[in-house]
């Protein structure tokens, strides 16, 4: 019984005596079950997460991490030591991994010098001693392969190194690979009188091999290598390929047995069951199905709100013309800024690939508040999905949503006309081309008056609203603002709508847009594409102000071609480029019935017909400028002294899609 209360006593103060030597020796014995409040020294992207795990680099390329004990070993020399962690490497790859983890001893916790992209976080002018869990196979480093653990001493070229694995107690050997994402289990011992290191590896849980998977005869005394004292602890990198290394717990000792880590203390891996989940599962299986559901509930919620479509039963009717929200955002990416491919007066214009295999659309998104006359605008909007013509850019449909509708449109790989035109970053347009694209728009013009079952006015052609497929085709587009009437009816009345230099000057009169009005634009168009200049240019002086008279004065010297673009330096058909422009000034004339139909304009494009010779005195008669139409002036007037947009100005009432007088 003496003895034995005796025993007692004395394993208490050997206890006790142990405690005291470690506060008196401070970093010299340490156990950490999961890193929790751990004092750690930290760079890079290392880091300690809230479920307690060590991260030193997480799932990104390019990163490193370093982490240290804040203790240094104070020390004459190295006597012995040891200590165990348990680690893992998790990557998206299953046969490619950034590079691995190492457990160092440095004389310093600031790694100069070292790399994200190679190395494990270390560089040869690095100070230190390494045992290296490498996953990468580096030939210049002479690394045997990329799934191997070295010893390393002042050096990134390993002493001596071997494949990952494990000695069984029958002594078989069992590879192990790094990056499988399992956690395992590292012991490094340096026995100080034999001057022998030994390091094991096992999977975790396992009970520590009794034969070393690598072991080697070295000095490890601090004067050894030139060192006064040394901090131990990790780093690692990644290099091109994410990976995220984690240490989840350590255990280290000086002159001692190392303490065991305590498995059940760990904290997980990220997607990984914790043991813990077989402690009173039912309850948590029943407290995960609860949140499921209710994180289930609150995402549909979210997600309808966040697709809501306006859709009222009148629509149906419209149903085939009508897109999902949902489908157009996907199309989008969200409508993110690197998809937007134009914005103008009435919205946005995005680039999306529809995931029903029709392919590249392009998706108009425009704000609106109004519900007036929403039904008519639908109904049109389905119309004019219907219209096929291969001079017309096709809407495929609609999306109503809150404060906003979506047009879809096909996709027009080269843009709008204007940006060919005025852009100087653009490839300059040939005569041949631009002779194509006016006899293309003419001939889609044509169709939208005459060729289908209704008349439909477009009330904005410019060649901001022509767009070019991939082989440089001019297909008009935007019918955001066109009027659609049974053809012999009479146009009615409406508010103004379209761009200053396009408008026909009766417009301020009647305020009917009709296929006269449509010529008239369609002549100032003629005129801006064979001379690469707007219609309307405030900055220039009063004598160029407008197009149209500049082109007039050109014919009245003689010298009408003086009038085409100079960038073309004269090669171009003499006779199409004077077809163009005294065209182009006849569309133009004041008086809407002295301008010739879209079938004559077509017809004398195509030369099937000569176009009458006119006298200057008849022209003169038109084109007297817009500051001599009545009705004009105060509307030009308005807007030459608070714009330098040259031309491309809509009117006030043009600023809303639903301002088109439904």
Known sequence: MQFQLYKMKTTLLLILLFKTAAAAFPGQTFLFNGFHGASLRLDGAAEITQSGLLRLTQDMKEVQGHAFHPNPIHVDKISSFSTTFVFAVATRHASLSGHGITFLLSPTTRLVGSLPSQYLGLTGRNNVVAVELDTVQNLDLNDINDNHVGVDIKSLISVKSTSAGYFTSQGSFKNLSLTSGDPMQLWVDYDGIKKRLDVTLAPVQSVKPNIPLLSMRIDMSLREFGFESVYVGFSSSTGAIPTSHYILGWSFSMDGVVEGIDFSRLPPLPGRKSRMLSIGLPVILASVVITVVVVVAVVVVYRRRKFAELLEDWELEYGPRRFSYRDLYVATKGFMER?????????????GVLSDGRGEVAIKRISHESRQGMREFVAEIASVGRLRHRNIVQLLGYCRRKGELLLVYDYMSNGSLDNFLFDPNKPLL???????????????LLYLHEGWEQLVVHRDVKSSNVLLDGEMNGRLGDFGMARLYDHGTDPQTTHIVGTLGYLAPELAKTGKATTATDVYAFGAFLLEVACARRPINLRASPADLSLSDW???????????????????????????????????LCLHVVAVARPSMRQVVRFLDRDIEMPELSLDYMNVGMSGLDHCMGFDEYFMSYATTSSNQGFLHSSVAESILSVGR
């Open 430 to 444: 040939s005569w041949s081309q631009r002779f194509q694209i006016i006899k293309g728009v003419a001939s889609g």
């Open 551 to 585: 082109v007039l004065d050109q014919w009245r010297r003689g010298a009408v071609l003086e009038a085409v673009d100079a960038r073309l330096e004269g090669d171009y058909a003499a006779e199409e480029a004077e077809l163009v422009l005294k065209l182009g000034l």
């Open 339 to 351: 998809e937007l491919i134009g914005a103008g007066g009435f919205g946005k214009v995005y680039k």
